[in-house]
């Protein structure tokens, strides 16, 4: 009776720690400061490229930097089209829907040495996600097949991006090979039906959907926490304190930035 007695208590002090350790993280991400911009054609130090504006040929490029993480501010960004394949380091992590030669954007952060060595592939979902592969993307102009999808594979030898797949409609899409076994992770994407269930998270946004344009995904499988809850606006021309401005409205002139964060 006692040892059940030591184990219900020992389970619910390592409950109360992992809540702690949840709070004290929603208490940072709850001050954080951004500051969003364009990229005027280079990156200081310090921005990070997030996302892009595809309406937009002399500037596309949208940067943020948080004012209250010191390491942030020392980050190093270069950016550039994948030109069909990722070079080792490169990170694809947006997408010009208005290329059909040469979609994806890559970033690379040259101060981060781990960075340095890491291999990515992109494909499209063809309706769903295999195993390890990660949402992160959307063409807003694919009817058919709009979510962009990525991995990071340790192989060096693996090629970044295949063949062109035939898509509908025409399109050729390129889509990634690896001999390496693919992550454990599981994920889900859906649309937002105007609100956010706990445990799904905002990371794109559709700008040809004016009733339902949010894009949810959450993991199924890995450290992935179910209970979390997210909120979405617009910037309204600012970011208040514990916002993260996260995806674009490339079809709205007035407030495109969107808004997010966790609240809890």
């Given at each position: 009776m006692r040892k059940q007695t030591l184990g219900v208590l020992a389970a619910t002090a390592l409950l109360a720690g992992m809540?702690?350790?949840?709070?004290?993280?929603?208490?940072?991400?709850?001050?954080?400061?951004?500051?969003?911009?364009?990229?005027?054609?280079?990156?200081?130090?310090?921005?990070?490229?997030?996302?892009?504006?595809?309406?937009?040929?002399?500037?596309?490029?949208?940067?943020?930097?948080?004012?209250?993480?010191?390491?942030?501010?020392?980050?190093?960004?270069?950016?550039?089209?994948?030109?069909?394949q990722i070079p080792a380091g490169w990170e694809p992590f947006g997408?010009?829907?208005?290329?059909?030669?040469?979609?994806f954007l890559l970033r690379r952060c040259t101060t981060d040495k781990a960075a340095a060595q890491q291999r990515w592939e992109v494909k499209t979902s063809n309706g769903k996600i295999p195993a390890g592969w990660e949402p992160f993307a959307y063409d807003s102009n694919d009817k058919f097949d709009p979510f962009l999808l990525r991995r990071r594979v340790p192989d060096s030898k693996s090629r970044a991006i295949g063949k062109g797949s035939?898509?509908?409609?025409?399109?050729?899409?390129?889509?990634?090979?690896?001999?390496?076994?693919?992550?454990?992770?599981?994920?889900?994407?859906?649309?937002?039906?105007?609100?956010?269930?706990?445990?799904?998270?905002?990371?794109?946004?559709?700008?040809?959907?004016?009733?339902?344009?949010?894009?949810?995904?959450?993991?199924?499988?890995?450290?992935?926490?179910p209970g979390?809850?997210?909120?979405?606006?617009t910037s309204g021309g600012q970011v208040p304190p514990g916002w993260e401005p996260f995806a674009y409205d490339s079809n709205d002139q007035f407030d495109p930035f969107l808004l997010r964060r966790r609240v809890r």
């Open positions: 809540v702690c350790m949840l709070n004290a993280k929603d208490k940072i991400t709850a001050g954080q400061q951004w500051k969003i911009k364009t990229s005027g054609g280079q990156i200081p130090v310090g921005w990070e490229p997030f996302a892009y504006d595809s309406n937009d040929q002399f500037d596309p490029f949208l940067l943020r930097r948080c004012t209250t993480d010191k390491a942030f501010g020392r980050q190093k960004w270069e950016v550039k089209t994948s030109n069909g997408y010009d829907y208005k290329d059909k030669f040469d979609p035939s898509q509908p409609g025409g399109k050729s899409r390129a889509s990634g090979k690896s001999s390496s076994r693919p992550g454990r992770q599981q994920w889900q994407i859906k649309t937002s039906g105007g609100k956010i269930p706990p445990g799904w998270e905002p990371f794109a946004y559709d700008s040809n959907d004016k009733s339902d344009p949010f894009l949810l995904r959450r993991r199924t499988a890995g450290q992935w926490d979390q809850q997210w909120q979405i606006k």
